[in-house]
């Protein structure tokens, strides 16, 4: 319909002045929303289920969590911190389209990925046998942030489907049941890793976990990056007579949402604190009981565990002594 078109163009042109004028309608702020994921991938986990894996997104507002989508409908919401999810409750034998959107902090949805493809395999029957541990576990650094790691590949009665990678008690990663290697990056340098490898046949069940191997990123990372900043500590007594501290710090940025932190009390770890449910926005406290002994100073420091399981740097330090008065 040419002249419709030709009369939307002329108004555009007529209100541009004005204000913004976007087939997609006005003012979407679509330059302020999430990027589209990339990097994304799909290898079928076992006859029923699938692993979607990703990039991180950044956005202006923070990215709060990723939506996953099988075809056009929605099945999985997962936490900014993660980028892959586990799809279950699928059908043997069949093909599947995933994509994955970015929601930021302000609940705003980006564009979404492009679409992969994975295709579970056949279903076995009264299948109950693991498959063996993956053997001769290896692995060296790529670089400062990223490891290779290699592994013998898993004896089963009818096929390994795939191999998933953990971190720690953490499952990060997992490539298909015809590979023995893998690459894990978005890793922090001059950072102790341990990971190791289990098996996964079709009928999900998981072999025991192989030897682990523990690896040093190369570089050095002085945790100025990663520490919560604007520290604050202050004292303060109740009408009990006991003394508390009271913290407040702005998280630190990361590709995730960070959770936990612990608190450093003169040098040493005293108490860890984890947020249930949505942690807060912006600046976070936190308060803990001292004592009842008045005129007694400590050093205070916090820092976060981030998205990769490591701890985070400590922040700056605040020195507080109980029944004086301490800034915030």
Known sequence: MPVPLRRSALLCALLALLTSCTWGGADDESGRLPAAPVGVTAAAGSATSVHVMWNAVSS?????????????????????????????????????????RARDTEGRLGPPSREVRA????????????PTRPGDLRGRTAGSRAVQLTWAASADDRDVVSYDIYQGDTKIHSVGGNQTAAVVTGLRPGTRYSFMVRARDAADNLSPAGDS???????SDDGRGTAPTDFRAATRREADGAYYLDLAWVPPETDG???????????????????????????????????????ESHRVRIRARLPDGTWGGLSAEERVTTGTATRR
Do not use: C, I
């Open 119 to 130: 295709t579970t395999p056949a279903a076995t029957a009264a299948d109950r046998s693991a």
């Open 257 to 295: 949402v960070v959770t936990e932190y612990q608190v450093h009390l003169d040098g040493r770890a005293a108490t860890s604190l984890v947020f249930g449910g949505t942690p807060p926005r912006g600046r976070a406290t936190y308060s803990f009981y001292l004592g009842r002994e008045a005129r």
């Open 213 to 219: 191997v523990r690896l040093t990123t190369p570089g």
């Open 60 to 100: 202006v507002a923070g990215t709060e969590g990723y939506e996953v989508y099988r075809g056009t409908t929605k099945v999985e919401d997962v936490p900014g911190s993660q980028h892959m999810v586990d799809v279950t409750r699928l059908r043997p034998a069949t093909p599947y389209v995933f994509s994955v």
